[in-house]
């Protein structure tokens, strides 16, 4: 499946954004859909999945959500209160491992993104 994942800019600390993953080529309603993030002095980290359940990195939990539209094949990461520690470029991925564990690892997804830059001024 291809992957576009948008919705990135500037904002102020507090702010809000939302970002949206289409998948084209098929429908992903059966897979796992992660978002992670990535700043250049940082390996990927694990930020939302969305399966049969949701999954949070604990530093974004109560402030970020995950949700899915399988009508419209997207996967949305709604960001709310964002801080200066979530700048970063936001990845989203597709695969079917993660359905059943490590959601939170980005080995067990097969298809990514292309990334769109979220940065957070204070």
């Known amino acids: 499946v291809q992957l576009q994942a948008s919705g990135g800019g500037a904002v102020q600390a507090g702010d809000s954004l939302r970002l949206s993953c289409v998948a084209s080529?098929?429908?992903?309603?059966?897979?796992?859909v992660g978002w992670f993030r990535q700043t250049p002095v940082k390996e990927r980290e694990f930020v939302a999945a969305i399966s049969w359940t949701t999954k949070y990195a604990d530093s974004v939990k109560g402030r970020f959500t995950i949700s899915r539209d399988n009508v419209k094949n997207t996967v949305y990461l709604q960001m709310n209160s964002l801080k200066p520690e979530d700048t970063a470029v936001y990845y989203c991925a597709a695969g079917t491992r993660p359905r059943y564990s490590g959601s939170n690892y980005p080995e067990n997804y097969d298809d990514w993104g292309q990334g769109t830059l979220v940065t957070v001024s204070s």
């Open positions: 080529g098929r429908s992903f309603s059966n897979d796992a």
